[in-house]
């Protein structure tokens, strides 16, 4: 029984290292200078900005949320929470359908969104409206299981020797759930990183507009699978680069925690 569960690990082991590997060794120089001139520096430039905006506006709009769902016991709290879950199993597709029929032109926000002289589809807003919401998720739903575990008697205690909220929430509860933040930053930022049917749908396929690192992959494979295995390669290689920085950063090694 051990034999054939080992057996089981290796190949699945093998079913995620081997494509990797194949991905690194099948990319030449010249193929890197092939995809430099497909866009693929404007893209990258176009992913890491729009990602950097819409993680930012989901540790700023998430942590809140996070907390209080940590602290909600109601049915109301579990109601949130399932709606979170959603966008982490609605295939990318459908959520830039539905991105689009809220607030495309013709969608239901439409016209109160023209009212307001905003338009978002096929923007670069989108992008970051896209990346936001189907990485919401990665990040929202492990930061709220951190502050759920948080002791409740500890933040009693503070608050008895006369700690406000605020100063409980930055002093105590934040620094104890600081490694999932961390994590969560991570997943969710690797996670916009490669959105790409939302992003495809809701916002388009622009260059230097909206054409995103992975829609771009997606163009240039439609004519020459060389420059889009540098492309794929080097999106790749800025995941991981962003998972070991944040795995290794000096706050996650304060707070006793890995992401």
Do not use: N
Request: aromatic content about 8%; cysteine-free; overall charge positive.
């Amino acid at each position: 029984m051990r034999s054939i569960a080992a057996l089981g690990a290796a190949a699945l082991v093998l079913l995620v290292a081997l494509p990797i590997v194949a991905l690194a060794l099948s990319v030449s120089a010249a193929d890197f200078g092939e995809a430099v001139t497909r866009g693929l520096w404007e893209a990258l430039w176009l992913s890491l900005r729009s990602t950097t905006i819409a993680i930012g506006g989901l540790a700023v709009l998430g942590t809140p949320l996070a907390w209080w769902l940590g602290r909600e016991r109601g049915r109301l709290g579990r109601l949130v929470e399932a709606v979170m879950r959603l966008p982490a199993v609605t295939p990318p597709a459908v959520a830039g359908v539905a991105l689009l029929t809220a607030f495309g032109r013709q969608g239901v926000f439409g016209d109160t969104l023209s009212t307001l002289g905003v338009s978002l589809p096929f923007t670069p807003a989108a992008v970051v409206v896209a990346q936001v919401f189907v990485a919401a998720p990665f990040y929202v739903l492990p930061l709220a299981s951190a502050f759920r575990e948080i002791d409740e008697d500890l933040l009693w205690t503070a608050r008895s020797l006369g700690a406000t909220p605020a100063r409980v929430f930055f002093r105590i509860s934040l620094p104890l759930a600081m490694p999932a933040l961390l994590g969560g930053l991570a997943i969710a930022w690797a996670r916009a990183l490669g959105e790409f049917g939302a992003t495809l749908v809701f916002a388009g396929s622009l260059p230097g507009v909206t054409r995103t690192l992975p829609i771009a992959i997606y163009t240039t494979m439609e004519g020459d699978m060389a420059p889009a295995r540098a492309m794929s390669l080097v999106l790749l290689g800025f995941a991981l680069v962003m998972f070991l920085a944040l795995r290794s950063s000096p706050i996650a090694r304060a707070f006793g925690g890995r992401p």
